[in-house]
Structures are given as structure tokens and as C-alpha cells.
């Protein structure tokens, strides 16, 4: 993703656009247009795995919010990026289940 980012003009400098915070405890990660920085909880988030998948769904959103015009308040937006980050990230509903993240991104 970082790769994609780049050459689209998105520009990512992972001091910069990585956070990691403590977050609810039914939160694993986030993206923040404002700030324009993907956030990964790091009391929620407890393997790689979970890390990759998150940081993969987060920077989908940021790809859509820079390259794609992404309006959050467009409920037709947000459910766009939402099926393109769950398919293009951890792929199904069912492994987020099984991974405890299945209602946890933003
Ligand atoms: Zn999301």
C-alpha cells in the first residue's frame, strides 16, 4: 500500500501518518482524514498478523481519501471504502470474526 501511495501522489512518511494510541477496547485501528494519519491501537492489536491486517484496511482509506475524493459523511463513500479495504485486507467477514477485529476498524 505504501508502494501504491507514493505514485499517487499520497505521500507517506510513517513518522508522520503511523500512530499507534490506546483506543476503546472494541477498536483495533482507525484512519483520521484530518490528520490524515492511520492509527493502530496498541492495546487491542496483539500479533503481526492482526498489525498487517489493520495497517493494510487503514491504508486502504487513506489510498480512497487521497486518490479517490473520499467524502466520510457520504454514507455511499464509507461503504465503499469499507468493501473495498475488508476485501483488498483481511478478506472476509469470517476472519475478522475469528481475528476479534470484525467490528473494530473505522
Ligand atoms: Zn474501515
Same mark, same amino acid.
Given at each position: 500500500?505504501? &508502494?501504491?501511495? $507514493?505514485?499517487?501522489?499520497? &505521500?507517506?512518511? =510513517?513518522?508522520?501518518?503511523?500512530?499507534?494510541?490506546?483506543?476503546?477496547?472494541?477498536?483495533?485501528?482507525?484512519?483520521?482524514?484530518?490528520?490524515?494519519?492511520? =492509527?493502530? #491501537?496498541?492495546?487491542?492489536? $496483539?500479533?503481526?498478523?492482526?498489525?498487517? &491486517?489493520?495497517?493494510?484496511?487503514?491504508?486502504?482509506?487513506?489510498?480512497?481519501?487521497?486518490?479517490?475524493?473520499?467524502?466520510? $459523511?457520504?454514507?455511499?463513500?464509507?461503504?465503499?471504502?469499507?468493501?473495498?479495504?475488508?476485501?483488498?485486507?483481511? #478478506?472476509?467477514?469470517?476472519?475478522?470474526?475469528?481475528?476479534?477485529?470484525?467490528?473494530?476498524?473505522?
Amino acid at each position: 500500500m505504501m &508502494g501504491a501511495l $507514493k505514485p499517487s501522489g499520497c &505521500g507517506i512518511d =510513517i513518522r508522520r501518518h503511523i500512530a499507534c494510541e490506546e483506543c476503546a477496547s472494541n477498536v483495533s485501528g482507525g484512519y483520521d482524514p484530518i490528520m490524515n494519519q492511520v =492509527i493502530v #491501537c496498541h492495546n487491542t492489536v $496483539k500479533s503481526e498478523g492482526m498489525f498487517q &491486517g489493520v495497517l493494510t484496511h487503514e491504508l486502504i482509506h487513506m489510498f480512497d481519501y487521497c486518490q479517490n475524493d473520499l467524502d466520510f $459523511k457520504n454514507l455511499e463513500h464509507l461503504a465503499c471504502t469499507e468493501i473495498r479495504a475488508a476485501n483488498l485486507g483481511h #478478506c472476509s467477514f469470517m476472519s475478522a470474526w475469528i481475528n476479534g477485529d470484525a467490528f473494530g476498524f473505522v
